[in-house]
């Protein structure tokens, strides 16, 4: 219980950071991990559902980078994936993608040259959004810039 209190955590953390105690037994870990998802303690869609809304209300993340997150978590593909299309349902990858790059602009300013593109390009990828819809959004801006110079 005192591993759960700190933060919530997956089927699969829990039992490695169980079987990393001296005193743990497998089939000791395997009745309190059964006991806890009893109990509604331990739930892998639960976790990936908040982890997933927390990270992309704390800062705009991509679907890819919150997928390799969770998958870093050792939680299923599919849980994983059921999560990501509640969470994204919720808040569109577009809408995220706009606060990101509002945010980096006020920081940075507007790309001047290719190498200022290419960095706030590398920063998208970094939040893991897809590189279509980057490429769109940079286009979108480059078009932006231009009608505020003519």
């Not at 994204?88 to 006020?106: F, P, S, V």
Request: with cysteine; net charge positive; glycine share 4%.
């Amino acid at each position: 219980m005192n591993i759960l209190a700190a933060r919530p955590r997956s089927e699969a953390q829990l039992r490695e950071r169980l079987l990393a105690k001296p005193w743990a037994d497998a089939e000791l870990v395997d009745q309190c991990v059964a006991r806890l998802k009893e109990l509604g303690y331990v739930n892998d869609a639960t976790f990936a559902e908040s982890y997933a809304n927390y990270r992309m209300a704390a800062r705009p993340v991509g679907r890819q980078r919150l997928q390799r997150e969770l998958a870093q978590k050792r939680v299923a593909r599919q849980t994983i994936d059921r999560a990501l299309d509640a969470a994204y349902e919720e808040t569109g990858e577009e809408t995220l993608i706009d606060r990101a790059l509002a945010k980096r602009l006020r920081a940075h300013g507007r790309p001047t040259d290719r190498q200022s593109a290419k960095r706030l390009f590398d920063h998208l990828m970094r939040l893991g959004f897809g590189y279509d819809l980057i490429v769109r959004k940079l286009r979108e801006l480059q078009a932006e810039i231009e009608e505020n110079d003519e």
